[in-house]
């Protein structure tokens, strides 16, 4: 494991102390570490929940949607590794798009950290879900539209549309009754109930473990909900960040699912297959409806570290992080450099 740390331990912020004294903390550690220095180490010690591995404008069959995915990548970790991340995917449209990103990820936090720690939260993901949804709601996920793609009007998958969504083959599923009841187990009681009234029409299967359960009532395809199970791996960060200490895999993509997500993720819960070798995350399965302006290449980035900024204040000490980076073009500077010199 990295010097770093050995588990990767949950965000904390010391009740003991007020907004203005963590804000001032920030400002004092800018000191002891500068941008350079905490850039190339995570040496400021402020702990998020990294996701930026999975924050993108992603493409979903030919539309674009500003999201978090692949959320068992997602681990505590320092808020610089996290910055720098994004910063890469970016930096190949050039230094300017790098400075966008970065100031949009201060401004961001400037906009939250003097709320009360019981309302950042809140307040970072409805401004998170309004970047991400662009100039229309239309352009958030939706189960509905899902369920019209994937679903035929015989109330079966659609073998080919589920196969282009995994980029694999898919094949029937074999029996999931047993796994599908303690998937509804780790369910609240009144969502557990509701799908006590649907049956299972059809399920597919992929050769990684992914699983595409389509419940439905009656003989058409009007009410139908089209449940997604994805294996819950280890995060491809623990030899940087270290290993996950809460528990399981699936613990630890369930509470990133709770932290990170811009859109809310329906019907979340876990199971194991039959033989015990693979544990899957569900959740109802959503596609993007509407292609959301996102602003050209400085645009994207600037929106882009600015719904990282808000994720991060989401999950940590936004006065503390907001007291360090400050607002001067100082760190956007020392990211374009970083990147140059590490690249």
Excluded: N
Aim: proline share 4%; charged share 25%; aromatic share 4%.
């Amino acid at each position: 494991m990295s010097p770093w740390k050995t588990y990767a331990d949950p965000p904390w912020v010391d009740p003991e102390l007020t907004r203005s004294q963590r804000r001032a903390q920030g400002r004092a550690r800018r000191d002891d570490v500068g941008f350079a220095d905490a850039l190339a180490s995570g040496g400021t010690g402020y702990v998020v929940w990294m996701c930026a591995d999975s924050l993108d404008a992603v493409d979903d069959h030919g539309h674009v949607a500003l999201d978090a995915c692949d959320v068992d990548d997602a681990l505590p970790g320092p808020w610089e590794w996290d910055l720098l991340d994004l910063a890469r995917q970016v930096s190949g449209d050039g230094g300017r798009a790098v400075q966008a990103l970065v100031e949009g990820y201060q401004q961001a936090l400037v906009d939250v950290a003097d709320e009360p720690l019981h309302s950042v939260r809140a307040q970072s993901l409805r401004r998170s879900r309004r970047l991400a949804e662009g100039v229309s709601i239309r352009a958030s996920q939706s189960a509905a539209t899902a369920a019209r793609r994937l679903v035929s009007e015989s109330v079966l998958l659609r073998h080919d549309r589920v196969a282009r969504r995994w980029g694999s083959p898919v094949m029937q599923a074999p029996d999931i009754a047993q796994e599908m009841a303690q998937y509804r187990e780790s369910l609240p009681e009144a969502t557990a109930l509701l799908l006590t009234h649907y049956r299972v029409c059809d399920a597919l299967a992929s050769d990684d473990g992914r699983l595409l359960v389509l419940l439905a009532r009656g003989a058409d395809a009007e009410d139908v909900i089209v449940l997604e199970g994805i294996p819950a791996r280890p995060s491809l960060r623990e030899d940087g960040v270290g290993a996950w200490r809460g528990g399981s895999d699936v613990q630890r993509v369930l509470l990133a699912r709770e932290t990170v997500p811009l859109v809310p993720v329906e019907l979340t819960g876990w199971s194991t297959s039959v033989d015990g070798a693979t544990a899957r995350t569900w959740s109802r399965a959503r596609a993007a409806m509407q292609v959301p302006e996102l602003g050209g290449a400085r645009g994207r980035a600037r929106r882009l570290g600015s719904v990282l900024g808000l994720l991060h204040a989401a999950g940590s000490d936004a006065a503390g992080i907001r007291g360090y980076v400050g607002q001067s073009r100082a760190l956007s500077h020392a990211v374009v450099s970083h990147l140059r010199a590490t690249a």
